[in-house]
């Protein structure tokens, strides 16, 4: 037993959850993660100072205390240019690889919203016009084949058309709860 199409429901408010779809996030962290690295090559570049404590145990059983202090400097900066250049570019490309991606997740989106506000204005057409022709259609194959003014090859022809309204209804019921389901999806994804 099939039961009978059910619409399904979807909220407009519900595309915000575009931008927090799990692959446009995993983007953003690609950019956060460039942008560490970034400030990694940046903290190459200058100067660190180090200091320490030692001490030393002498065989005359004392201890021989000791320290040191130090600094870095770096001297040859044309690889670190480099890096950081590098560094720049990741970041680019990380940002263009989200702004891409963002931008046709919305023009999918838009275009499955454009769907489904056209699969809605056939269901409404169906509910107020349509639905009234198939079964005034039937209703009048019936009387008219019973009275006999129809042969039987017309009752087919009058009922063949209201059986394709009412296919084309459910084509159509079938094609919005499918829209639906492609726009959770890509919200979801």
């Known amino acids: 037993i099939v039961p009978p199409f059910q619409q399904t429901d979807f909220n407009l408010a519900d595309t915000i959850r575009l931008r927090g779809s799990a692959s446009l996030l995993a983007m953003q962290q690609r950019i956060e993660v460039a942008r560490a690295e970034q400030s990694a090559e940046q903290a190459r570049r200058s100067p660190s100072f180090n200091a320490g404590l030692s001490a030393q145990y002498l065989a005359n059983g004392l201890w021989y205390p000791g320290y040191q202090v130090g600094m870095s400097v770096p001297l040859v ?6 890096r950081l250049e590098a560094a720049a570019k990741n970041i680019d490309i990380a940002q263009s690889s989200y702004n891409n991606a963002l931008l046709q997740k919305e023009m999918e989106l838009g275009h499955l919203l454009h769907e489904l506000e056209k699969y809605g204005v056939l269901r409404e057409y ?37 059986l394709r309204i009412e296919l084309d209804n459910l084509e159509n019921q079938y094609q919005l709860n499918q829209t639906v389901v492609e726009i959770q999806a890509l919200l979801d994804e």
């Not at 900066?77 to 480099?82: A, E, I, L």
């Not at 509910?127 to 009752?155: K, M, P, Q």
């Open 77 to 82: 900066r044309k690889g670190w240019d480099k």
């Open 126 to 162: 169906y509910l107020n016009e349509s639905s009234h022709v198939a079964a005034e259609l039937l209703r009048t194959a019936d009387r008219n084949y019973r009275v006999g003014e129809f042969n039987f090859i017309e009752f087919t022809q009058y009922a063949d058309r209201a």
